[in-house]
């Protein structure tokens, strides 16, 4: 029997964002003293980045210094740095569990330590590539061991003199420029790194924010010199995330009679594919009070259901602004009047599952039409999804968001194999949701 679709409605502050938390953690380490983050995202993966900090010697509380903040309240945290040059070598490998950001970030903190880290994750992190950051990070003066399969985790990276690179990277990655560039702060002369496509410029405004002296290039390039001294403490306050808002516009823009607003979300340039990709697809979705916090561009969302979406193209140099929306935006394509396509999505294959085989694998046993291609997907639109399958996740996070929304938008529901992984990025997304559900 069809199952009655709800419809979503009210307000909702989506969880901080947690490209930004991870890059304020990492940060704090460059500075001599206490920072503070105010709407730090709640994400298993920035635990894992806290954890990390911990071991080589950085100190992380509940803020008892903000003004107004009770202890412990959730969201605002104080981290203190000894500095570069306090840091101490952790005695157990840095486990960095399921976050890519995580491990990559702290690989280029660790090149430039005196000493030797360890670093491993769990089983979908052990299949991630970690030569794209280790081996310009070897060209630098780092030494790297793989412990198991030479590119991938579990390695240790012994640390020391590093010298500065001219590095353009092939992969339009924020994660690898951010952990070079980490790296070029503890090299003599000067390290340039350049990346294709449009990534988050998460760095660069965090940088500009806090007082880390760079060079911008234009077009992706930023060149970086040897830190003289720590930099001073500062504080950041995260926006909400809209890779984990994106589900709740998804939604909104699925589901007759819908209406969400959704407050300061981060909309960085290199993070809005999903508005962009909506609005052509004829969604209602405007962006109100736009501000700057903390350097980073902010705007209340708010999402209408506008009638039947229409198909269109994504790809182009375009695709990395919106690379972990793209499973939901699949769902929005199963439901289309027309065709969706998306090309130049490669990257999606090496995430925390391999993406594309997972939207293709799953939307097809709900019964979309969808072809798969080495670098993409086409989904010939339908006015239903029959829904009554089977979804698997991968243990993929954001795979389980959309097979939760697309059990709302299903002619029958799906049954999801594990949704417990919702946690490495969002985890009251079942309760946020469930409080918009009319
Ligand atoms: C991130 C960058 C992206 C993104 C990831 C977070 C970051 O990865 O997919 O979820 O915080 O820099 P890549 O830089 O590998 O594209």
Redesign the pocket.
């Known amino acids: 029997m069809k199952q009655l679709q709800p419809r979503i409605s009210g307000e909702l502050k989506a969880p901080g964002d947690?490209?930004i938390t991870?890059?304020a953690l990492v940060f704090a380490a460059l500075t001599s003293g206490r920072s503070t983050i105010s709407g730090l995202s709640p994400a298993q993966d920035c635990r894992s980045t806290i954890a990390c900090l911990q071991a080589l010697g950085l100190t992380v509380e509940p803020d008892k210094g903000l003004p107004g903040v009770a202890k412990g309240e959730p969201g605002k945290i104080a981290v203190a740095s000894p500095g570069l040059a306090g840091l101490r070598q952790s005695s157990r490998p840095l486990y960095a569990g399921n976050s890519?950001?995580t491990i990559?970030?702290l690989s280029g903190l660790a090149a430039g330590l005196p000493f030797v880290t360890s670093f491993d994750g769990d089983e979908s992190l052990r299949g991630r590539p970690m030569s794209?950051v280790l081996d310009p990070l070897c060209r630098m003066g780092a030494c790297v061991q793989y412990q198991s399969r030479e590119g991938y985790a579990p390695y240790a990276v012994s640390g020391g003199k590093l010298a500065g690179i001219d590095y353009t990277a092939p992969?339009?990655?924020?994660?690898?420029?951010?952990a070079l560039l980490i790296a070029g702060l503890q090299a003599q002369g000067r390290t340039t790194v350049t990346v294709p496509g449009t990534?988050?410029d998460?760095?660069e405004r965090m940088f500009r924010h806090i007082g880390v002296p760079f060079q911008a290039n234009g077009a992706g390039s930023i060149t970086v010199q040897q830190l003289t001294a720590p930099i001073a403490p500062f504080h950041i306050d995260v926006p909400a995330d809209i890779?984990s808002a994106a589900f709740f516009m998804v939604a909104a823009a699925l589901l007759p009679g819908s209406g969400i607003v959704l407050p300061a979300v981060g909309v960085n340039p290199g993070r809005r594919l999903i508005v962009d990709v909506l609005r052509a697809m004829g969604a209602s979705v405007t962006l109100e009070h736009e501000r700057t916090v903390s350097g980073e561009p902010v705007a209340d969302i708010a999402v209408t259901f506008a009638g039947r979406l229409k198909g269109t193209t994504v790809g182009g140099d375009i695709i990395?602004a919106g690379?972990?929306e793209l499973p939901i935006l699949s769902l929005a394509g199963a439901l289309c009047d027309g065709l969706f396509s998306v090309r130049g999505a490669a990257?999606l294959r090496v995430?925390e599952s391999d993406r594309l085989k997972a939207i293709v694998l799953n939307l097809r046993a709900a019964g979309a039409g969808v072809t798969e291609y080495e670098d993409g997907f086409d989904i010939q639109g339908q006015a239903h999804l029959p829904g009554g399958s089977a979804w698997t996740t991968f243990g993929d996070h954001r795979l389980a968001m959309t097979a939760i929304i697309a059990g709302l938008v299903c002619d029958t529901p799906l049954s999801i194999d594990d949704t417990a992984c919702v946690a490495i990025s969002y985890p009251s997304f079942e309760s946020d949701l469930k409080s918009l559900l009319k």
Do not use: C, F, M
């Open positions: 947690k490209s991870h890059r890519g950001t990559r970030l794209r992969v339009a990655s924020a994660q690898v420029q951010t990534p988050r998460h760095t890779s990395s690379i972990d990257e995430k």
